[in-house]
Each structure stands twice: as C-alpha cells, then as structure tokens.
C-alpha cells in the first residue's frame, strides 16, 4: 500500500481530480460507497492509463448497510461502479451499527476476501472495544496482510490510545483529515512551515508520514493536489515533532465526526 493517499470525501470533480492526483505521483485513492464517487473514480483510472495493479484503491461500508448479505450486495454494487475485477482495501466506514452488524459485516468480507473480490480488510472509525471484539469473536485476523484502519488523526486529535494498541497489534494506522480542513493557521504550524519554506500543509503531511501513518489527504485545486504530494526532499527535525506532539487536545481537537465512542 502506498504511504499517501488521495481522499475524495466531498469532491465535485472526482473524475479529473483523481486524474490531477495520478499525475501528481498520487496511486492510492480513497472512496467510499457514501461518497457516491466510485464510478468517476474507476474511469479516472481507465483514463490515465495507469496499469490496475501499480494503484491501490479503497473504499467502504457505512453502518446503515452492515450486515452479512447487504455487505456483500454492497461489494459487487462497488466492484461494477469501479469497473475492477477486485478493491484492494475495503473498509467498515463506522462502528455505528452495533456488536452484531460490526461483526457480520466482518465475516461478509472474510469471505468476500477469501474470493478474490477484495484484497484487504479494515476498519475506520473503531475504539479499542470494537477492535477487540474481532479478537473475541474468534475471527481471524488477515494472515498475509495486516488489519488497517482509519481514524481522523492530526496534531489536534492524536487518539494516542488507539495508536498504541495499533503499533503493539500491528495494525496500519491510515489518517484521515490530516491537514485539518485547511484550519492550519496556528503559530506552531506556521513558524515550522516559514523555517521549511513548505506551505503548512506540508509540514501537517510530513508530520504524519514521520509518525508512520498513512495520510489521505483531499483537495480539488490542481495546484494543492500537486503540493501535496511534494514531501519526500524534506524532514522534520525531532523538536519539531515534539513541537506539534505538544498540540494535541484529545477528542476535544476533532474538527470531523469521530464516532469511536459508538457502543
């Protein structure tokens, strides 16, 4: 899986924009069945002429269709939207449908996996509870590539908790809302920034690359999408993640939905 990738939760332009991303560098896209953009994703990768196994595409299962059946419907619903013979990594979007549906939605991609639809599992918005109620169904984890999962995760909104059980359980850890929405104007963000000359955006992206996260970030604007993805030619410097470690305000610093107190 590559270490960046591109999200298109409310993109108008999905097409094109996944079109500029691709250019930019960008081979992992990030959907969902919610977005209602499978389908201009899957021509803008038949458009760019990218060969199908260089690119990594994701997409997800809200909770208003968990369930065994309904989630298999839902990955041949998405497979024919995206034009693939298979996904390389589905998602449960949210843990928001109770123990039950969590868990047979679950099994329906096991199976879904164990048929070559899907390539990888994974779950999005979990606590450790739902994490662990994998375990405790008996339900094996993926044997030749790890679980990954997706939280909202920024200098802001840390969820320390949830990556420490991560790194002991060998879980990939994928970040959603990385740049914050563009609410990027705090002193600490700028001041790094301005000592980089990087916009904070970059700093924002590097700052989750460097903590060994997986970063989704979103854009339409061409020119945004392509600085996005220049962070490979500067680092920063230990201070300086300590600096934006520093700023972390717990639940209280989300600026999405974080739905991981779901019962």
Same mark, same amino acid.
């Given at each position: 899986?590559?270490?960046?990738?591109?999200?298109?939760?409310?993109?108008?332009?999905?097409?094109?924009?996944?079109?500029?991303?691709?250019?930019?560098?960008?081979?992992?896209?990030?959907?969902?069945?919610?977005?209602?953009?499978?389908?201009?994703?899957?021509?803008?990768?038949?458009?760019?002429?990218?060969?199908?196994?260089?690119?990594?595409?994701?997409?997800? &299962?809200?909770?208003?269709?968990?369930?065994?059946?309904?989630? /298999?419907?839902?990955?041949?619903?998405?497979?024919?939207?995206?034009?693939?013979?298979?996904?390389?990594?589905?998602?449960?979007?949210?843990? &928001?449908?109770?123990?039950?549906?969590?868990?047979?939605?679950?099994?329906? /991609?096991?199976?879904?996996?164990?048929?070559?639809?899907?390539?990888?599992?994974?779950?999005?918005?979990?606590?450790?509870?739902?994490?662990?109620?994998?375990?405790?169904?008996?339900?094996?984890? %993926?044997?030749?590539?790890?679980?990954?999962? &997706? !939280?909202?995760?920024?200098?802001? &909104?840390?969820?320390? %908790?949830?990556?420490?059980?991560?790194?002991?359980?060998?879980?990939?850890?994928?970040?959603?809302?990385?740049?914050?929405?563009?609410?990027?104007?705090?002193?600490?963000?700028?001041?790094?920034?301005?000592?980089?000359?990087?916009?904070?955006?970059?700093? /924002?992206?590097?700052?989750?690359?460097?903590?060994?996260?997986?970063?989704?970030?979103?854009?339409?604007?061409?020119?945004?999408?392509?600085?996005?993805?220049?962070?490979?030619?500067?680092?920063?410097?230990?201070?300086?993640?300590?600096?934006?470690?520093?700023?972390?305000?717990?639940?209280?610093?989300?600026?999405? !939905?974080? %739905?991981?107190?779901?019962?």
């Amino acid at each position: 899986m590559p270490l960046l990738g591109f999200g298109v939760y409310q993109n108008y332009t999905t097409r094109a924009s996944v079109l500029e991303a691709l250019r930019a560098g960008f081979r992992h896209v990030d959907s969902a069945q919610a977005y209602r953009n499978e389908t201009a994703v899957g021509e803008a990768v038949r458009d760019s002429g990218i060969d199908r196994g260089e690119l990594f595409i994701t997409t997800k &299962c809200v909770s208003k269709n968990h369930g065994y059946e309904s989630t /298999l419907k839902g990955i041949d619903e998405s497979l024919a939207k995206f034009g693939f013979e298979y996904i390389d990594l589905f998602l449960i979007h949210d843990p &928001c449908s109770g123990t039950e549906r969590r868990l047979a939605t679950y099994r329906a /991609l096991q199976d879904a996996r164990d048929a070559g639809k899907i390539r990888s599992i994974g779950v999005s918005n979990y606590a450790i509870k739902h994490l662990e109620e994998i375990a405790d169904a008996k339900y094996d984890m %993926p044997a030749y590539t790890p679980l990954i999962a &997706c !939280w909202q995760l920024h200098p802001f &909104c840390q969820q320390r %908790p949830i990556v420490d059980y991560c790194r002991e359980h060998s879980i990939v850890v994928q970040a959603y809302c990385p740049i914050m929405r563009g609410r990027m104007d705090h002193p600490i963000i700028q001041t790094i920034a301005q000592n980089h000359s990087r916009d904070a955006a970059q700093v /924002l992206l590097r700052w989750s690359l460097q903590k060994g996260f997986i970063p989704l970030p979103k854009s339409a604007t061409p020119e945004r999408i392509r600085s996005n993805a220049q962070l490979y030619d500067f680092e920063l410097g230990p201070e300086e993640m300590e600096r934006l470690d520093g700023l972390d305000r717990g639940k209280d610093g989300s600026i999405s !939905w974080n %739905p991981i107190d779901a019962p």
